[in-house]
């Protein structure tokens, strides 16, 4: 019913820079909160930063100064851009999404994308 799906990961060395989009379809009404999440190797998943749908954001600490989280709400697409990538940032990325649905009824569906890996090389 409600779709996302990642791109833009792929190889990078440390120190460089690398964007990432999301983009959301589907028999969508609105969307609430998106964000970005991450999943290392041998690691739980954890958040990297979240945007609502008035723009306010929030980052993990580890990523502050770094990442910059956008999105634009009539392309139901999210961004982000990662700067300065370190080694440690190597991971899965995954995009989520509050998502308010009207059809077949009206509810939230919390979705999320099938994910798309960044590795970053010392």
């Known amino acids: 019913q409600v779709q996302l799906v990642e791109s833009g990961g792929g190889l990078v060395q440390a120190g460089g820079s690398l964007g990432l989009s999301c983009v959301a379809s589907g028999r969508i009404f609105s969307i609430n909160q998106m964000g970005w999440y991450r999943q290392a190797p041998g690691k739980q998943r954890e958040l990297v930063a979240v945007?609502?749908?008035?723009?306010?954001?929030n980052y993990a600490d580890s990523v502050k100064g770094r990442f910059t989280i956008s999105r634009d709400n009539v392309k139901n697409t999210m961004y982000l851009q990662m700067n300065s990538l370190k080694p440690e940032d190597t991971a899965v990325y995954y995009c989520?999404?509050?998502?308010?649905?009207?059809?077949?009824?009206?509810?939230?569906?919390?979705?999320w994308g099938q994910g798309t890996l960044v590795t970053v090389s010392s």
């Open positions: 945007i609502t749908s008035g723009g306010l954001t």
């Open positions: 989520n999404a509050d998502v308010r649905v009207i059809i077949p009824r009206d509810r939230y569906l919390e979705v």
